[in-house]
């Protein structure tokens, strides 16, 4: 273990009755460093963080925080903080009051609890809420208190579950950008569970790709977008999984450039066609019933439904994995 | 074409306003005639009769009632908090944790409730009285067989498990996530419970112990039986006043006093539960596997088996009594032989298939009344939060008025316009089905309310009509509901023991009240064999109830 890594997890597993739901996953996060989780619904990532937080049972494996384990020892006195999907603010105490309430079952000093609140209202935007009760916060409001409320302890990393589930696209927008500003500003690592791939890359410090219950990819997102390695993680990065020439590649919508059907070219009929705002999309049912997507560049004539096209790749990643295989690709991955 | 289509119109906005008020009207009258007017009449003529409220304050002061009072007070206090002491425990650990049979032990818990009062009070005996079961085995236990112990003891089998089941309904209604968010910040378990799922969880408990008092306080069957006249509550001593003493003034007057005595608690009951109803609207939570590592899990574990424990030691006490021989020598069973010879009912007047026959004949139609004005008002309260708290208050009027003060009322107010005869099974099943309503209309409101709001919607914009709409979607839908409000209502009116006592003259015994005056003419073999059928009903009500993983609600 590198000394500065902070979260280690290795080996991990865990089963719903005799589902297993996490098979030996392996990550790790560094001192201030912001690592997304991601993967499609029903991945493990939410199990993974309940795991490493000490709310699931696990069957194997271990979690340490700063080289010490945490085997057996309750959530209370984990010393993660956690942040749900839901913000589950105390209904019965103000904002101000949500806000100190690690510190108060932690017996923090007054001073340093009154300290801490208003450096955590100042950090959130939140001091002209303070007297409010939770009823009475907009949605983005709820969940910008549960970040102060997690932070104000000062918990070495915190654990994010989709945070912004709930709220709708501006908000979200504005919470992502505020959450990624105060996580930097108070120096806390994090480990954050989305399943929109747009939100995960734009975060992340590094990105882990949970499917099936296995990390199937981790790296820079850079990296792991430019060389997703196996067919599931090119899906869910959006690319189209083809075979071309009997190998399996990976074509970004992008790439595909439609052209009238022609010897050299694969042909398919057109199922769907339409303006999608920034580019318009276009998918095709190929010969051997793939469907692809194709985002044509603006001005290009869009076929109607039902054409038969022809479509030509202008690049494609070759995929160095099998379906359901985990290759530890990336130098900067370190998953276990 | 216009003049249906303006007919099918009028007919739809007829049906929605029917939906709205309709339903209402019936329960209402119901409720009405034959509970609130007739005691509004009894308890004026009590102030009246005895010359104003001054004269309410002599009847007060007599010894006997003062110690009815006294006793009500005591012994409804006394088994509200025995009966937390086990029930918040083990309701907390059944609504936090899952575990393998935890729906069936949550379902066992309903049992002593569907049980006849009477029926438990004998079985208390067999075990703690002189010679039984766990009296002769444990010395120390026979106060628990009679006196102030043994009606408390009676009381405690009886609603303890009511307060566990209202405490785990509270603790399912928290959100596990609140919970959950109290240990990552830090909070140990006093945390969670201080600040994530103690207030429902106290709000349940604090339900059931309400109800605890409110039945104890008006406990009849037990302490006629098992202490007598120094033991009475107010309730009981209505009765001696009225039927015993032929005093019906001086019962009017105390029926007065009871009223008002059992006012606040059964509002307080009413919030209390209308709070736990709108939590539980809200959310419900997954219970998570129990972490049996924690030491301080064990008490409430322990408080579940006692609960547990008590339940199937009543039911083998009674189901044990009824199969013993009537006499030394004698086969086994040979008691229910006695109970449907010659001899039984020449001693009592009527014969025991007789007595059955009324049990039947009135459980089944105080149960239809009470599923059919059930029906009317939860479709009434569904979406209308201001209408369900008036409405769920009307229903539970009867209960407040106590089976006594019901009973007399009913006896005093139509009695003379009628007259005796035919009447008396008239008045017999009105109380019962009055009595059975509070309890049939949880069940039908939470089937009404899980039903999805858009459904007759969709239908009904589909082309049904609201009454094919309500015949093939939501009946199905709710028809769960219905079965165990009925078989509720059944089982509550079979087993009703103190206002059928007293208003049933011999032609209408029932089985309870063959139950009591075999224990009276000290027949006990026969006592427990009556008290075995009783228990046997009841078991298959709950059978059927449960099979298919349906709920009681309260």
Redesign the interface.
Known sequence: MSSSELLEVRGLSAAWGRTPVLMGVGLSVRESEFVVLMGPNGSGKTTLLRCI???E?TTGGSVTLRGRSLDGV?????????L?Q?P?L?P?RTVWENVA??LG??RRPRAEVDRRVDEMLDLLRLRPLADRAPDALSGGERQRVALA??LA?EPPVVLLDEPFASVDVEIRRDLRSEFRRALAATGTATLHVTHDREEGLLLADRVVLLDGGRVRRAGRPAEVFADPASPEVARFLGYNVVVEDGTTVAVSPGDVEIVPPSPGARTGRVTLSGFAGERDVVEVELADGQRLECRPPRGSTRPDVGAQVGVRFQSVRPLTAEPGESPPVGSDSRSG | MAFGMAVDRELVRLTRRLRGLGPILPVVAFVAAFALVPAAVLLANGVAANGGLGGLVRVADDPLNLQAISNSLTQGSASALAALAVGFPAGAFLGRYSFRGRSELLAVLVVPFLLPPIAVVLGVETLFGPGGAISSWLPATGPLGGGFGGIVTTNVLYNAPIVALLTAVGVESASPTLEETVATLGGGPFAGFRDAWGRPALVGAAAGAVLTFLFSALAFAAPLLLCGARCYTVEARVWSLDQVFLSPAAAAALAVLLVGFLVLPAALYLALVGRLRAARRSRERSPRPVPWRRPLLWPHAFAVGVLVAGVVGLLAAVLDAAVRPAAPGAPALSAFAELFGSGVTGRLGVSTLAATANSVFFAGVATSLALLFAVGTGYSMAGRPNAARGLRAVVFAPLVLSPIVLSFALAEFWRPAFGGGPTVGVLILLAQAALALPFALPAVEVALRRLPSSLRESAEALGASPWSAYLDLELPLVRDGLVTAGLFAFALSFGEFTATYFLATPTFTTLPVELYRLEGLRLPAEAAAVAGLLVIVSLVAFVVIVRGGRRVEF
Do not use: C, D, N, S
């Not at chain 1, 309750?74 to 956690?82: D, F, L, S």
């Open positions: 937080v000490g709310l049972a309750p959530t209370h006195r984990r010393g993660i903080g956690m749900f839901e589950a105390f019965h309430y690690g079952v932690r409320r997690t302890p």
